[in-house]
């Protein structure tokens, strides 16, 4: 039966996925090394859009233009890219890609640190241009990573082999931050330019009483006004000013109160519902947050 573009193609196991792709089957139950260049597409029985129940952590020579989420990527000298469970890609569109791709099940890293760090590597999240574009020294590293997880895999199993597989997993992931915080650096000039559309967004924002009664934007509100994802737009903000997405909302709320304060007589509950809060106390527990004064210790001072 030929695939439905409309459905998606859930892999439960990486023993599912081998199969599909014409692999034998996998070393491990819950880790796997592939060689792109050994997958073979299905002529029909997948869908254009896959969802894994695992980890994915790909280089791939070229990547052209790819689905990720709701977003498309186009990189065409390749990189690495990263997917979680349960995110949405579309699949491969052929089979000359070259690399290698890391499948990793969330249970193999069970009562391993790196279970619980896996969610702190924001690259697992993105969902617009972000495969990770290396230079050929930064390659070396990366392979020479690769080549010692592939040849542990294949290896006889003891009792060290989930450790140092797991060490080398989490060494990647570190070599990878640092290369994104790296890109983040190169590409300063984009970043500048969508820090200028942040700014815009946020000064529609708070200059709009309609968009203030409404209360605080979320981040992912403003990230999906930008088309980035919440994870990229707080990487590239802090990286470049120290401060995420959140504590530039906060901070704007309290500029924004800073000024009410020392310019009109409203009371600090009639500023509190002017910027959408439900709730006088929630707006003084975060301006004393951020200034160490409440709003009207403040008023006081500035008068």
Known sequence: MKSNPQQLHKFLSLSEFHKMFGLPKP???LV?????????????????NLVLD?????YKDTIGSAKYGQHHYDFGEGGLVFTAPGQLFE???NNKSKGFLILLHPDFLLSYPLAKKMKQYGFFSYSTDEALQVSEKE???????FKIIEEELKSRTDDFSQDVVISQIELLLNYSSRYYKRQFITYKAVNDHLIEKFEKVLDFYFNNDEELHNGMPTVQKLAD?????????????????????????????????????????????????HLGFDY?????????????LTPVEFRQSFN
């Open 27 to 29: 070393e491990h139950p």
């Open 32 to 48: 796997s090394f592939i060689r792109l260049g050994d997958m073979t597409l299905p002529a029909e029985g997948l869908s254009e």
């Open 54 to 58: 695992f980890y994915k952590i790909a």
């Open 91 to 93: 699949k491969p569109k």
């Open 139 to 145: 390659k070396e590293t990366l392979f020479s990573v």
């Open 225 to 273: 006004q930008l088309n980035v994802s919440a994870s990229y737009l707080s990487d590239m903000l802090r990286s470049l000013t120290g401060l995420n997405t959140q504590q530039h909302i906060h901070q704007r709320f309290v500029d924004t109160a800073k000024e009410i304060l020392s310019t009109t007589n409203l009371s600090v509950s009639e500023i509190a519902y």
């Open 280 to 292: 006088p106390q929630s707006f003084i527990r975060l301006f004393k947050s951020k200034t160490n």
